[in-house]
């Protein structure tokens, strides 16, 4: 009664209500912001986890949403994320000062649980294997919105999700579940159940889902709201269509949902005594044998369909030894130890986007290109610097700097590069003349000692492009 009385005396005056949220909310300075660590001490079971919580407690859940802590949380991650704008046009930096102006109303209706989201924007991306992956973008208020409930609810959750998933969890990441995934084929188990949901976030089944949340949670105002970022429709091609079943990809709360969805496969592969990893709908369960593999893929799958009401995708799964898969761009050596290795797809998909970066017909400057590369260099050795095959770095390292040799020759050879910069460079005049009479193409040119010493690691060390390797 004392918090109905609070509200109350909040939705009394408009200016106090906006004077709190410029209190609450510090728009302008608010810095990088990660998802909650969970704390690393003690062990619990993988089973039941579950904390208890009062009735009146599961009843305040929106309250909580709309808490001060909470909503500085959300918008930092919003903007630490960036991200398109939804359907009405509005980005990311136009947020906070739209906060400042709306939040009383915004506020109120989700108090009272008559907030609408719109409707999501679909877009489509390539995927690195062919066919597009279609995204729902959520606007950027929903986004906010979105991720304040995500915050909420995953400090509830996250403890009673398994152990073996690693998916979109605080503190949990991709590496540790290679790792993991390492440890089970170390010990023997060196056949892999690879099982790839088909159009896993495009075939989730809205009431069992929202079922499974309302198990857990009873605030019937957060169910109502979790239920209209589902409903609330795609734009596509100009046209609003309604959505009967899915999660759309590209909110921030379709990850939390999708784990929700199959912790009810993570706990039946622990009943069945399966070693396995799962990362959001990549799930590998290592055996022994190939015919226990195929008997696990078989009753798997039956039980996906049946319980979860979706398909596994069987050009995509598998069982097979795992050397001869990837998983979450990685895939293990064969032979002693298993190490693991960048697989053969990450490194196809690796060197056709450097050659995108540093094609010639992108007509931007030696200095933008170099900027680029080393933008797409960082992350991509921060993530896949982890693999334990040094050679394959090495090899690729050299590979990116052969590449941009025969790129500056060609800008040279078309006037974008002077030859007194080469000559600036260390080329003398009568060896750079006689490279660029050879017959050779650009590729073979740039294995010649002249561009060696016109264009050596150092200067591409000077632009900032960064090594792969340590002493390539």
Request: glycine share 8%.
């Amino acid at each position: 009664m004392k918090e109905a009385a609070s509200m109350g005396r909040d939705s009394s005056s408009d200016q106090r209500q906006k004077n709190q949220l410029q209190m609450v909310l510090a728009f302008q300075d608010e810095s990088r912001s990660e998802a909650p660590r969970m704390s690393m001490g003690g062990t619990e079971s993988t089973v039941a986890k579950r904390s208890t919580e009062s009735p009146a407690r599961e009843q305040q859940l929106v309250e909580e949403v709309c808490g001060r802590e909470n909503c500085k949380q959300a918008l930092a991650r919003v903007k630490a994320n960036k991200g398109s704008a939804g359907m009405d046009g509005m980005t990311v930096q136009q947020l906070p000062e739209y906060l400042k102006q709306h939040w009383p109303a915004i506020r109120e209706q989700l108090l009272s649980g008559a907030y609408k989201p719109q409707p999501v924007k679909r877009v489509e991306i390539p995927k690195p294997d062919g066919g597009v992956r279609k995204l729902g973008i959520p606007t950027v208020l929903d986004r906010f919105i979105q991720q304040a409930v995500m915050l909420v609810l995953q400090r509830r959750w996250d403890r009673t999700f398994s152990d073996h998933s690693y998916g979109f969890r605080p503190g949990r990441s991709a590496h540790q579940a290679v790792e993991q995934a390492q440890q089970y084929i170390a010990a023997g188990y060196r056949w892999v159940v690879d099982l790839d949901l088909e159009k896993f976030f495009d075939r989730v089944n809205h009431d069992k889902l929202m079922a499974k949340i309302a198990e857990r949670i009873g605030d019937k105002r957060l169910l109502k709201l979790i239920r209209a970022f589902l409903t609330a429709g795609v734009m596509e091609d100009g046209l609003v269509g309604p959505v009967d079943e899915g999660t759309p990809q590209g909110g921030p709360l379709s990850p939390l949902l999708s784990n929700i969805v199959l912790d009810e496969l993570d706990r039946e592969l622990e009943q069945r005594g399966h070693r396995f990893v799962r990362y959001a709908d990549d799930c590998n369960i290592y055996v022994r044998s190939q015919r226990a593999g195929e008997r696990v893929m078989e009753n798997i799958t039956r039980f996906i369909a049946a319980r979860l009401k979706l398909k596994v995708n069987g050009e995509k799964s598998a069982v097979a030894e795992p050397w001869a898969r990837k998983f979450l761009g990685f895939s293990f050596t064969r032979f002693g130890e298993p190490k693991r290795r960048i697989a053969p797809k990450a490194i196809l998909r690796f060197k056709g986007q450097i050659r995108e970066l540093t094609q010639r017909t992108r007509g931007v400057s030696t200095e933008r290109m170099a900027e680029d590369l080393a933008r797409y260099l960082r992350g991509w050795l921060g993530y896949f610097g982890k693999c334990q095959t040094p050679s394959v770095l090495v090899g690729l390292d050299q590979w990116v700097r052969h590449r941009l040799r025969s790129v500056i020759w060609k800008q040279w050879k078309r006037g974008s590069v002077r030859f007194a910069e080469l000559r600036h460079r260390g080329v003398g005049k009568n060896l750079a003349a006689q490279t660029a009479g050879s017959a050779h193409g650009p590729w073979r040119l740039a294995q010649s000692p002249a561009l060696s010493i016109a264009l050596p690691n150092v200067y591409f060390d000077s632009l900032g492009i960064p090594r792969l390797a340590d002493g390539s």
